[in-house]
């Protein structure tokens, strides 16, 4: 189990403890505010974030335990984690886009983003199970029809934003916090995970670089919701 311990020291092991304190900051959030249904919903989205990752180690565990650990799992497509995490895209990136969604005051983009998320989900789940890819691979239809529907949530709700006076008071507006990492996170990450596919088998700096990216990148983004929770927090306890 050494080699399972150098995994999470190499960097899952901060991954999940970002993911953890982000969680935490929410409740304190929660706690702390008289805070939407959807900001509700938003920590409960980060929890289940949490409780697939954990989920997911079942496969690394029996990797590096030479399956004396989840041997049940060994000759089977549940083998690998890649079923729980295709599953979990599908449901992520449904999420998010509906968050934003509900902050829109327009119903005819509401009712785009319904129409696309629906949309997206039985296209995705019909990819899915009608491939090879639930149970070999991370499905890239999933990951870039999900990225675009949130990159378009988000810029419907930026174009409402200009339009409204909640412009003037970003530093307390949560979602604003948000959609900043959000962005970021996924413009930078798309372009590394499409050329995963041509360069990561051949070029051992370059799959360094996507992992670092992974890393700092999942660090940069739930530090980012932490910050938000925090700082919404304070203003709600002086107002």
């Not at 935490?24 to 920590?43: E, Q, R």
């Not at 409780?51 to 000759?75: A, H, P, Q, R």
């Not at 995963?196 to 070029?203: C, G, H, V, W």
Request: net charge positive.
């Amino acid at each position: 189990m050494q080699d399972f311990i150098h995994y999470l020291l190499s960097g899952s092991i901060y991954i999940f403890s970002i993911e953890f304190l982000a969680a935490l900051a929410g409740i304190y959030y929660l706690k702390n505010t008289k805070a939407t249904k959807w900001d509700y919903y938003f920590v409960v989205y980060l929890w289940i974030t949490i409780i697939v990752e954990i989920t997911g180690l079942y496969s690394t565990i029996g990797y590096y335990s030479d399956y004396k650990y989840f041997s049940f799992v060994e000759y089977t497509g549940f083998r690998a984690n890649f079923w729980l995490f295709n599953i979990y895209a599908i449901f992520a990136f449904s999420f998010l886009s509906l968050y934003y969604r509900s902050l829109l005051s327009s119903k005819t983009s509401q009712k785009i983003l319904k129409f696309l998320t629906g949309l997206y989900i039985v296209v995705s789940l019909l990819m899915l199970f009608s491939s090879d890819v639930f149970f070999n691979g991370f499905s890239k239809f999933s990951f870039f029809s999900g990225v675009l529907i949130l990159l378009l949530s988000v810029f419907m709700y930026y174009y409402e934003l200009l339009l409204t006076d909640k412009i003037l008071n970003l530093k307390y507006n949560l979602s604003f916090y948000f959609s900043v990492g959000l962005i970021i996170f996924y413009v930078c990450l798309t372009p590394l995970t499409f050329l995963s596919d041509y360069l990561a088998s051949e070029n051992g700096l370059f799959l360094k670089l996507f992992e670092n990216f992974k890393l700092y990148g999942n660090l940069f983004l739930y530090s980012t919701f932490i910050l938000a929770f925090l700082i919404c927090s304070k203003k709600n306890k002086s107002s």
